[in-house]
């Protein structure tokens, strides 16, 4: 029997109804949904309802975390910015930070300067909203391109996810440009996607949340709910997979996406990466195939936060199925796939931020598939947005909080010789 | 695409060729399975390799550990005890505790009796093989009767699982005789099985691991990978589902597990749920219904720990699929569903232990599915192989290491209260 069939005749059981009887379940609210916080406001939570691990407060000191191997140092950076969201690297070092409620940050030489940068479009600020993902062009030197999405606004009522070029010149953003709105709108203020990554292809891809309205994740006439592959300047390259096909965006990448909340080019192979996440327990790691259906609602490991299964089906034919999948759901959020030398054994591995999870999933693929995984830095209970490798080989975790900050993050060891 | 379709072609396709090319990855042994510990004998793991958290000792003192509700209160007790497996009440409130080299001790009135109780069996002591499981009958106190699982041994060189009843006059086992030897033999020391629990039918439930022979799982005429009803006596009920058909042990109720190492029966239903582990990622909790198929090996969600698929498919017609399931595994041992009132909301919700997981997973359904869950008590990082609920309406957990002992956990303020 299919988990549908069983699970969506529970209710129905003589077994549920006895088992309500007299419970307190039968009571309860349905748990929080992913977005919807501790649901600590208005008093305490009910007795025995499922509330997630509260953050710590943003550290104020470096620390030495354990780990299964080697023990890692971690050092807080730029206490204060208000709920950072992304960070790219500048070719010379210095940083790029977007706040989500609008502010683009710049930090020259390790120093932040007070004064954000000039240029940043108005954010549709609501909810999960504002301004997102920061992104270099390859070429920066070349072209000081400079590339942000953000939740554009529309009669004040209504978002969508906006991508923008600007140039970068060290001070300000100049030419800013939407290069692409999405056709994506609604009044919520939920799932926008919003990632980037340069493939080795020179092209641009980028993901895009269904808006909580889960149905366009299948419909391919609408852009939430997909990865996008775009030219540079925000057009459509000639051989993306639908191009001159009805009933496609020509953006789309591929579909059936829930929220996409990370997204990296493998250094070595190229290949597209993607995270995920699903409902209640039903987060992913996708490796990404031009024109795939990745199953979003119709095919899901996840279920609803009010405790039902969503899919007929956890797999089917002609839907891809997560290369990796968690439950119960760490929050999966932006990735890096490091390629530096700086951690030993950690070339090609996979590192997620984790939101609910409060830390960074180590992944290890081997040739027949997954080696292993490992939760890392959760004893500092931080949410933990995006995860970089700078320059210097160490990973940088933008930590969700406001007050937030950078957490740089390196061996021990390497850490102890260099203080 | 199926799951084993695209994952199974992986190591063929350039991306995980070229990843390979110059990775440490492919220098990386398997991830140590399951039961293969820390990995750490031997010298230090290889760079980059996924170890599991190391347990902390056995704890020394009480103590107050916080949970997303109301904080709970831990009390060691015992400590000193050998490999403790299960743990079962007498009607008069006393304990009696298994060790798995062989040992079954008891506590008279909270005082762990110096002497073990005579008249135990002698066990195949081989990996996870040794005495087992301890229940008590509902109606000891007319008959004296205990029961105990334990791995048996033959011609020195096999075992299987094996169910013994004796009379318990308060200071040995007498009459001790073997119920039910299973036919499930190996010379492995894994997959025992071995939980017991009696039904509101009256009936002796009895789990057998498929001994890590995974083909036992779907062969009905072997016991290993099956889930037995029996009566109290260890022979078989009349209105078992395989009774008089052929190619079928008549003491199936259910088949397709694996390892099940959790065995509840819900006090308001009578419903029974059972957990089981999968490899790599396939962990369940079940609701267990007659003459069902529980999928293991041809369904399941898990991995090898070599790093493949499993099964060709994640679902499918005729097979249940878990009621929820965990992914990574955390390694679910004994559970209870408690029934009691000491702890607000936690009437009718789920307790399983968690040996790789280090705590206790709190499970929550509610009239559509899954209401929520928690991890909880990980920050004492104690190997939990059972879960049990006291006369007393609190829970105590055995803790699986040596030496171990047994935790007692109550809510912190009713604890401060009665200090």
């Known amino acids: 029997m ?49 509330q997630r691990v509260a953050p710590l407060p943003f550290p104020d000191q470096p620390q030495v975390v354990e780990t299964t191997g080697a023990p890692l140092r971690v050092t807080p950076l730029f206490k204060g910015l208000e709920t950072p969201w992304s960070l790219a690297f500048l ?7 977007t706040e989500k409620p609008g502010k683009l940050r710049i930090v020259r030489g390790g120093k932040l300067d007070p004064q954000p940068v000039a240029g940043t479009p108005e954010v549709f600020a609501v909810g999960q909203g504002g301004l997102l993902e920061v992104a270099v062009h390859p070429q920066f ?35 800013f440009k939407d290069i692409l709105v999405t056709d994506n709108w609604n009044t919520g203020g939920v799932h926008f996607g919003s990632k980037l990554a340069f493939g080795k292809d020179g ?24 990865l996008l592959r775009l030219k540079d300047d925000g057009t459509v390259p000639p051989d993306n997979p639908f191009v001159g096909k009805a009933g496609f965006k020509p953006e789309i990448f591929t579909y059936g996406h829930r929220n996409l909340q990370g997204l990296a080019v493998h250094p070595e192979t190229g290949a597209i990466w993607e995270t995920e996440h699903g409902p209640q327990g039903g987060d992913e790691l996708n490796l990404i195939e031009a024109g795939k259906n990745y199953g979003w ?62 830390g960074v999933w180590r992944v290890g693929l081997n040739e027949k598939g997954l080696a ?8 500092l209970r931080q949410r933990i947005r995006d995860v970089r490798q700078g320059p210097d080989g160490f990973l940088y975790l933008v ?9 740089r993050v390196e061996p021990a060891a390497a850490a102890a010789g260099s203080q």
């Open 2 to 50: 299919w988990i549908s069939d069983r699970q969506k005749t529970w209710a129905a059981t003589s077994a549920a109804v006895a088992l309500l009887a007299g419970s307190v379940l039968a009571q309860q609210p349905p748990a929080a949904g992913r977005q919807g916080g501790t649901g600590r406001q208005g008093g305490p939570p009910p007795p025995g309802s499922f």
């Open 91 to 97: 070719p010379n070092g210095d940083m790029l930070i």
């Open 141 to 175: 030197a070349q072209n000081q391109f400079v590339y942000l999405t953000y939740s554009k606004g529309r009669d004040g009522k209504e978002g969508t996810t906006a991508l923008a070029r600007a140039k970068f010149d060290g001070k300000a953003l100049v030419d």
């Open 203 to 226: 092209m641009l891809y980028m993901t895009v949340g269904e808006r909580n309205d889960r149905n366009r994740a299948q419909n391919t006439n609408i852009h939430g709910g997909k």
């Open 297 to 358: 609602p119709i095919v899901t490991l996840g279920r609803e936060y009010s405790g039902e299964i969503i899919s007929a089906q956890p797999a089917n034919e002609g839907i891809e199925q997560p290369f990796v999948f968690w439950s119960p759901s760490p929050g999966l959020s932006g990735m890096v796939i490091y390629s530096g030398d700086k951690f030993a054994g950690w070339k090609n591995q996979y590192f997620l931020g984790a939101l609910a999870g409060l």
């Open 372 to 379: 292993g995984r490992e939760l890392m830095l959760n004893s």
């Open 399 to 407: 930590v969700d909080a406001n007050p937030g900050g950078i957490l």
